[in-house]
């Protein structure tokens, strides 16, 4: 848990992205289809880091990763409540699906 740019509760997800595909990907665009964050069944929004996570979240944006490359990013969002629950959902790429697992991630 981290303050965002508002000064508001806001949980950072770091994470390495290896591009399994052919093409080059923005690490964003891949987070934004195939990842989703929820918190008492309501999605949680992206928000603005500041300082050292505000250089690690924009690289996620602005970086492209060529096809068989990683890259160490980071997603920042903004919860409702810093005790409840964050739920984290992944979808298959190549399927378009969401998978049955999920990641329970506790706020304390």
Do not use: H
Not at 27 to 44: R, S
Not at 60 to 70: E, I, L, M, R, T
């Amino acid at each position: 848990m981290i303050k965002d740019a508002n000064g508001d509760a806001a949980l950072l997800v770091k994470y390495n992205y290896t591009n399994k595909t052919s093409t080059a990907e923005t690490p964003q665009q891949v987070q934004n289809n195939a990842i989703m964050l929820k918190q008492d069944d309501k999605q949680l929004s992206a928000t603005t880091a500041t300082g050292d996570n505000a250089q690690l979240v924009q690289a996620s944006s602005n970086n492209q990763v060529q096809p068989g490359k990683s890259f160490d990013g980071a997603l920042l969002v903004k919860v409702n409540s810093t005790t409840s629950e964050v739920t984290m959902y992944f979808k298959n790429i190549q399927t378009n699906n969401w998978l049955d697992s999920t990641q329970p991630l506790k706020l304390d």
